[in-house]
């Protein structure tokens, strides 16, 4: 069973920084990449990040650039999203996806879904 368990969600205020965790298991680590996508109430859901696990390439949206890191530890399966200087803006739910083969940021390219984290930055 394919499992993607996202974890480091939270209240933080402006500034401040959290990091997300994506844990995925039933199915091959390294054949996919993995994505994490945003969504705040009203708006679509929105690439944030993605990570190839065979080369590690990494993509970025232009709203997080130099803010956000994405990681993954093979060994662990596991992908991580250090996110820093948080703005009110990047308040949304969380969610972290895998997609076979290509990374893309796309959301329509992601076959599993984790269940969401919620991220709340106050002002």
């Known amino acids: 069973e394919v499992q993607l368990v996202e974890s480091g969600g939270g209240l933080v205020q402006a500034g401040g920084s959290l990091r997300l965790s994506c844990a995925a298991s039933?199915?091959?680590?390294?054949?996919?990449?993995i994505g994490w996508f945003r969504q705040a109430p009203g708006k679509e859901r929105e690439g944030v990040s993605c990570i190839s696990s065979s080369d590690g390439s990494t993509y970025y949206a232009d709203s997080v650039k130099g803010r956000f890191t994405i990681s993954s530890d093979n060994a662990k399966n596991t992908v991580y999203l250090q996110m820093n200087s948080l703005k009110p803006e990047d308040t949304a739910v969380y969610y972290c996806?895998?997609?076979?083969?290509?990374?893309?940021?796309?959301?329509?390219?992601?076959?599993?879904w984790g269940q969401g984290t919620q991220v709340t930055v106050s002002s």
């Open positions: 996806a895998a997609a076979f083969g290509v990374a893309t940021m796309s959301p329509l390219g992601y076959d599993y």
């Open positions: 039933g199915f091959t680590f390294d054949d996919y990449a």
